[in-house]
């Protein structure tokens, strides 16, 4: 169980901002740059480099090992016990984010260096890992919640700081500035665009017109390294155009009714499911889509406008424990179908008290789906849509709507609910 | 020469935002994300990953290669074609930034994985690729200057966001703000602080209080990866102290003193040499220093008020080409000495016309040298300063100030003139 290390960005010495393994921050609260925690069958402990004298002129005092191990409550020894350590030992670990550490582990345990996949002979620890990670005790909760506070903050701000003529950028670096002001970092790369019709939209260099909608999926990270993940869309001129208004509304109410059904025993893939049937009953009051719901979910023409999952598990990972694979999203006995509506859901399992999950339907007209020849060539799923209906919503690319839910011991509780998402809410927020 | 992968931050696909290697964007102008460039003997190809359609619906459309082939103007082929490529070829290459891509290149060059060091093998390859990357050109001087427009535009704002009772945090999220708006990235991570004496410190959450200095080390990489590197020291409630005033006049005027330097010819030592005459002229004015100001530089207690250099190489790395080692910074035939007033120096090359690089004098009392129990053991160093004098500048833990300043062809041009550094417009600055 590996901390890493940090991440050159174009050398050595210029490295990102560290960030310590989440299953790590998990076990032992502390981000210790090339750390390792290691249960010898007895005990847990941490295996720390000593404190580099030459390295305070640079970086400051650190904590002695013996300090760190008042910290963590469990034993700390110099990294160069490694070695002696795990020697004889059968040892199950899990993939560092960071290659460099992953080579190293691979190297101490005489194992292949295996990455981006995890050794069978690790599932048992993954599974073990998966387990405690899944239920959000009070601490945990209490970390999200601090993050909510600043990405409250941010999507405030975002609003207020939103005008026509601006670069998307500039209502990114007041959301950011949010966060970072409040020492904090950002839980994942911020989607601040007009072109939300592309999913991970990560550029941000287009000015914002009159008619655009802008969507923003910005979260900030708690100190202790919990995630947070919100989007919220809103009208670059400060009220929604009539188009925009059904559409939003479309989305909103699903995302309501989906909300609603959060609660201990909630099969998450129904509540995808009952997401694509009210996108497809709405869409069909709009006039966009046409003919039996049941029929328009099934055949994928609703997953046409909404072709992400409905949500994901949340914690120390924005996307929580995804570096385990489906092994944390989808139960045991379970797993991703190829489906087009399905094959991108991450998150497949029965709700269980303390557990944190996102809800984020939307809409969006990606020209990579409409405009693929493969729509060509299924005639049924061309015929469904009202294409000329359509055509008049052309100031609808992408609406995403997303909170975070907790869920508790006979309900759920929207952690992001102060945020504003009803339209009169943010257009008096933007006006703020 | 590969542009190589992003890094993870907590798992694969949440990354930290992606920066290609300075080598490849020195020559071919794109941050094309896991590509690797070619020379075959004949012509630079550019072996390039092809569109993935499937990530069209994540990302958005990606360029085909033709399309990268006309804008790069050299050959791009599908990166499957890499290993036939370099088949029986002895190939160079340089060292990549992550790790992923450094064992990526080891392999299919069927070469030793190493980090860190370059590869004897490769000196004739780094040392071409230093001859040009050290002479800037005109296009090179312009992205400088783009990005050097929004790191003033933050010192700026850091310097009127600056109030006691905030965090530091607060001052470099309204800096980085001005960064991020203008659609640029930061070159290196942000130093605002109190603890000016902790020379790399990244911590951002001390309070600011009254009669607190802060330091910010804050710059811009320009659209193109440029960087700009700048920092300013001014203080918490607007106005310097009279002890502030004094010791930051030393450090200003020695500064001024480095940059006249700065010209076609000047070995880079003798500049960070004249720094030390200058720092311990001024220290043994303010009294704080005693003896022969010679003495007083050649026994290193000019060096333990100002213990790093007087700067380096900037160009697409604010480092520049530190990823090869001093083979960039230090001419052939020179080599770094132990010597504690130079073994931090990481550049003594003879300016030429082109070259840009910082001139960063500083005063700091860190702890881990004054305080250190070397100190006692050499009473000769001990006896060199007035500690009674030094106790008055309690209000003086660290002071840099910092230009980038490029070599023209009969003497220099300061790149950072516009940010305010004399004091009072400093105070100005403050108060806009």
């Not at 989607?191 to 802008?214: A, K, P, Q, R």
């Not at 100031?395 to 309900?411: H, K, M, N, Y």
């Amino acid at each position: 169980m590996a901390a890493g290390l940090p991440s050159p960005r174009n050398y050595l010495a210029n490295a990102y901002p560290y960030r310590a393994g989440s299953h790590f921050l998990y076990l032992f609260g502390l981000p210790l740059q090339g750390a390792f925690g290691l249960w010898n069958g007895d005990e847990w402990m941490v295996l720390a480099p000593e404190p580099d004298p030459a390295s305070a002129l640079w970086h400051g005092p650190e904590p002695t090992l013996f300090e760190l191990s008042q910290a963590m409550g469990c034993r700390v020894v110099p990294l160069g016990e490694l070695a002696t350590s795990v020697a004889g030992l059968a040892v199950q670990t899990l993939p560092a984010a960071d290659f460099r550490t992953c080579a190293q582990q691979a190297s101490f345990l005489g194992r292949p260096l295996v990455s981006g996949t995890l050794d069978p002979f690790d599932y048992p620890l993954a599974d073990a890992t998966v387990s405690l990670r899944l239920i959000h005790d009070d601490a945990a909760v209490e970390q999200m919640r601090s993050a909510v506070v600043a990405t409250q903050a941010a999507h405030a701000a975002g609003m207020r700081a939103t005008k026509p003529g601006l670069k998307e950028s500039h209502v990114r670096a007041a959301m950011e500035a949010e966060i970072t002001a409040r020492d904090l970092t950002l839980a994942y790369g911020s989607i601040v665009t007009v072109h939300g019709e592309v999913l991970h939209n990560e550029l941000h260099h287009h000015l914002i017109t009159e008619s655009d909608l802008l969507l923003a999926d910005v979260g900030a990270e708690s100190a202790g390294g919990f995630a947070s993940d919100v989007t919220r869309t809103w009208p670059a001129k400060g009220t929604f155009s009539d188009t925009q208004r059904t559409l939003y509304n479309v989305v909103l109410q699903t995302q309501k009714d989906l909300i609603a059904a959060v609660k201990p025993g909630a099969r998450y893939r129904e509540i995808h499911m009952l997401a694509l049937q009210r996108m497809g009953e709405g869409l069909v009051d709009v006039g966009i889509l046409m003919g039996k719901v049941d029929d328009l979910v099934e055949e994928g023409a609703v997953s046409l406008f909404f072709p992400h999952g409905t949500g994901h598990l949340l914690g120390l990972d924005v996307h929580d424990m995804e570096d385990l694979g489906d092994r944390a999203g989808y139960a045991p006995g379970r797993q991703r179908t190829k489906n087009f509506k399905l094959r991108t859901l991450r998150l497949d399992r029965d709700l269980l008290p303390g557990m944190a999950v996102t809800i984020e339907p939307g809409f969006y007209q990606v020209p990579a789906i409409l405009q693929h020849e493969d729509m060509g060539q299924d005639p049924k799923l061309k015929a469904m849509v009202n294409w000329s209906r359509l055509a008049e919503f052309a100031d609808v690319r992408g609406i995403r709507i997303e909170d975070d839910v907790l869920v508790t011991a006979t309900s759920h509780e929207v952690l992001t609910a102060a945020i504003p998402k009803e339209m009169s809410d943010v257009e008096a927020a933007m006006c703020a």
